[in-house]
């Protein structure tokens, strides 16, 4: 793989390859390169990728034969791990997946090991639900598929190479704060902002 680090395109290839790929071949598209990661859980992606999480994690373990709890769970472990590690080499610099149910959890839970600043989009058909709970407290970038993803047509194909290009541009955006310095936590609500504004001046003036 190029030392250029690569955008990761992680999802259930197993039920949502073409989509994936989809996402991939945009992304190569725009001059970036991509690290494919089959995560599903029923059965080894139907086309090649980069790395099979499924053949890695689920296919030879026999805890979670016969437990779709249990290989959902031990997926989301294995993913989190490996995909820390990825970024930590400077081997991905961001994560994009697309899925219903059950692929907006495995992916989003992955994206909830990547740091703050590291793109994270996810394109879900479940995203105009409530999703406090998915998102908590990440930068993960929840895009409605609007249709179903069952392939790719005139409806999602649009909705997904949005989405190839959004991460595009987070990957490739360099803006750093001009100082480090230490940080205070500061919560407020909306009633109580003048109070929080007053107190962020003086802080401020604290260095």
Same mark, same amino acid.
């Given at each position: ?53 499924y ?14 709890? /249990?290989?959902? !769970? !031990? ?7 490996r ?22 959890h ?20 479940? !995203?105009?639900?409530?999703?406090? /709970? ?7 970038t929840?895009?409605h598929?609007?249709?179903?993803l ?18 595009c ?12 310095? /230490?940080?205070?936590?500061?919560p407020?609500f909306?009633f109580?902002?003048p ?9 401020? /003036?604290?260095g």
């Amino acid at each position: 793989m190029d030392t250029k680090p690569a955008i990761a395109v992680v999802g259930t290839f197993d039920s949502k390859a073409e989509e994936h790929l989809f996402l991939k071949d945009r992304i190569e598209q725009m001059g970036l390169d991509v690290l494919t990661v089959n995560v599903g859980t029923k059965n080894p992606s139907p086309l090649p990728v980069d790395l099979d999480f499924y053949k890695l994690f689920i296919e030879n373990n026999p805890a979670v034969q016969g437990s779709r709890d /249990k290989a959902i !769970a !031990a997926m989301i472990d294995a993913a989190r791990t490996r995909i820390k590690k990825l970024h930590a080499a400077n081997e991905i610099a961001g994560m994009i997946s697309a899925g219903g149910g059950t692929g907006t959890h495995i992916a989003t839970s992955v994206m909830h090991e990547l740091p703050l600043g590291v793109p994270k989009v996810m394109v879900s058909t479940v !995203a105009s639900r409530n999703m406090a /709970k998915t998102v908590g407290t990440k930068d993960i970038t929840m895009i409605h598929s609007v249709a179903d993803l069952l392939g790719v047509n005139s409806v999602s194909g649009r909705i997904l190479d949005k989405a190839a290009a959004g991460i595009c541009g987070m990957v490739q955006s360099s803006w750093q704060p001009d100082h480090n310095k /230490k940080r205070i936590a500061l919560p407020f609500f909306g009633f109580i902002t003048p109070g929080a504004e007053a107190t962020r001046h003086a802080l401020e /003036k604290l260095g």
